[in-house]
Antibody
Framework: EVQLVESGGGLVQPGGSLRLSCTAA????????MTWVRQAPGKGLEWVAN????????DSVGSVKGRFTISRDNDKNSLYLQMNSLRAEDTAVYYC??????????????WGQGTLVTVSS | DIQMTQSPSSLSASVGDRVTITCRAS??????LNWYQQKPGKAPKLLIH???TLQSGVPSRFSGSVSGTDFTLTISSLQAEDFATYYC?????????FGQGTKLEIK
C-alpha cells in the first residue's frame, strides 16, 4: 500500500523559510515522479512543483519560482520542498502526491494527508 | 497558461439524481484531463484520468467524457457519500491547472 506522510509545516513569519518533507513507502520511490500541490484555506487546489524520479528534471509554477525548490533523497525515500521568502499568500495545506503517466495520460495518483503552512506575523 | 473553466461552482441535488460537471480548457489538452473528489479536511482522491479511465476502486456510477476541449464528469445515480467538492485538472502542459471546483450539496 502506498503511503505518503508530509511533515514540516507550521507558523512562520513573512520573509521566513520552511522545509517540508514527504516520506514515501509502498512503491518504488526512485522510479516515480513526485509533485507538490497546495490549497489555501477555503480555496481550490494549486499545483506547485514536480520532480522526476532521478531528480534530473524539475518544474514549478511561476508564483514560486526563485523562492521554492523541490528536491528528493531516494536513499531516504523522501521528497522535499524548501520554501524561502515566504509570503502571506503561501499560507496553505501542502500535499505531496505521486505523479504517474504514459503517452496519453498523466495524473496525481496517491496523496498524503497534507501539512499546514501558515505565514503570518 | 491553460485555463480550466469549471461549471457549475455549486450544485444541489438529491440521492439518486444524475449530475454532470463540466470543465472547458482554454486550448487543446488532448486527453490530459483528470477528475478528483475532495471531502472536507481530506486529501483529494483520483476518480478518473485520461479523461474517461476509471481509477481502480472507484464506483462505476462515475464516468468521464470529452468533446473537443469540453470535459464532463457524470455521476449516474448520486449516493450519500458522493456529496463533496469535485475538481478537474489538466496535465497537458505546465503549469498544471485545476478548475475552480464544484461543491455538490444535498438538496
Amino acid at each position: 500500500e502506498v503511503q505518503l506522510v508530509e511533515s514540516g509545516g507550521g507558523l512562520v513569519q513573512p520573509g521566513g523559510s520552511l522545509r517540508l518533507s514527504c516520506t514515501a513507502a509502498g512503491f518504488t520511490f526512485s522510479g516515480s515522479w513526485m509533485t507538490w500541490v497546495r490549497q489555501a484555506p477555503g480555496k481550490g487546489l494549486e499545483w506547485v512543483a514536480n520532480i522526476k524520479g532521478d531528480g534530473s528534471e524539475k518544474d514549478s509554477v511561476g508564483s514560486v519560482k526563485g523562492r521554492f525548490t523541490i528536491s528528493r533523497d531516494n536513499d531516504k525515500n523522501s521528497l522535499y520542498l524548501q520554501m524561502n521568502s515566504l509570503r502571506a499568500e503561501d499560507t496553505a495545506v501542502y500535499y505531496c502526491a505521486t505523479l504517474r503517466g504514459s503517452s496519453d495520460t498523466r495524473f496525481f495518483e496517491c496523496w498524503g494527508q497534507g501539512t499546514l503552512v501558515t505565514v503570518s506575523s | 497558461d491553460i485555463q480550466m473553466t469549471q461549471s457549475p461552482s455549486s450544485l444541489s441535488a438529491s440521492v439518486g439524481d444524475r449530475v454532470t460537471i463540466t470543465c472547458r480548457a482554454s486550448q487543446s489538452i488532448i486527453t490530459f484531463l483528470n477528475w478528483y473528489q475532495q471531502k472536507p479536511g481530506k486529501a483529494p482522491k483520483l476518480l478518473i484520468h485520461g479523461p474517461s479511465t476509471l481509477q481502480s476502486g472507484v464506483p462505476s456510477r462515475f464516468s468521464g467524457s470529452v468533446s473537443g476541449t469540453d470535459f464532463t464528469l457524470t455521476i449516474s445515480s448520486l449516493q450519500a457519500e458522493d456529496f463533496a467538492t469535485y475538481y478537474c485538472l489538466q496535465t497537458h502542459r505546465t503549469p498544471y491547472t485545476f478548475g475552480q471546483g464544484t461543491k455538490l450539496e444535498i438538496k
